[in-house]
């Protein structure tokens, strides 16, 4: 029991924490911090029709695609159903809820900041939306962090290999595309994290371990 409620706590204070440096970073931002550490990273990584080789630029776009959009909810539909069908509503609410809430907390935010996004270079991707943070970053975060937590046979160190890839593709796509800067993807991922550390700690605490429901954070 007490170790429930510790590690719990630690993931709660993690979460605390990202959610407090998210906020952070998004005045330091829009107060014109890190600014040459976004020109810099942007001017390294954007990609250009006519210079980037093609098959390039379309491996970034299907990447960036598979993260936004309808697809998204699709696939987090796919994932929720599976996970009510393997583990129960117990894994399954924590996939669906948490993702739908970190994605409204994310569009909150991106209406709060209002950061305008970078021109550096033809953006190659069609934006509607503030900059900060990148949506796309956050939505990878949390739905890959969460599988790996919720599904036991996901945290063999391929699974943990896979999701770490996706998450990091997912945002340097986004820079690649020339529609975010690099801290936008910074606090995408942090935004991300927070959130699945969140429902961990609810996990945790509830102790479905014991009760067998559905697997908890703490099993091997």
């Not at 583990?87 to 209002?114: E, I, Y």
Request: aromatic fraction near 10%; proline fraction near 5%; hydrophobic fraction near 55%.
């Amino acid at each position: 029991m007490l170790a429930d409620k510790s590690i719990a706590l630690r993931l709660a204070i993690a979460s605390c924490t990202l959610s407090i440096l998210v906020v952070a970073l998004g005045f330091a931002v829009n107060h014109g911090y890190f600014l040459s550490f976004d020109l810099a990273i942007s001017h390294v990584l954007n990609m250009q029709r006519g210079v980037t080789p093609e098959w390039l630029i379309l491996f970034m776009q299907g990447v960036s695609w598979i993260g936004g959009g309808v697809q998204r909810y699709v696939i987090v539909t796919i994932l929720t159903l599976a996970l009510w069908r393997w583990w129960g509503w117990g894994a399954a609410l924590a996939m669906g809820l948490t993702t739908l809430v970190s994605a409204f907390t994310s569009d909150v935010m991106k209406a709060l900041f209002g950061r305008v996004r970078p021109d550096l270079v033809p953006q190659l991707d069609i934006i509607h939306s503030p900059a900060f943070p990148s949506g796309h970053s956050n939505n990878a975060a949390v739905v890959y962090i969460l599988f790996i937590m919720l599904v036991p046979q996901a945290r063999h160190p391929l699974w943990q290999a896979a999701a770490a890839i996706m998450i990091l593709l997912t945002g340097l796509s986004r820079v690649m595309l020339g529609v975010h800067w690099p801290t936008d993807v910074l606090g995408g991922w942090m935004l991300g994290a927070a959130f699945a550390m969140a429902a961990a700690a609810v996990i945790a605490y509830r102790q479905h371990q014991r009760t067998a429901h559905f697997p908890s954070v703490l099993s091997p």
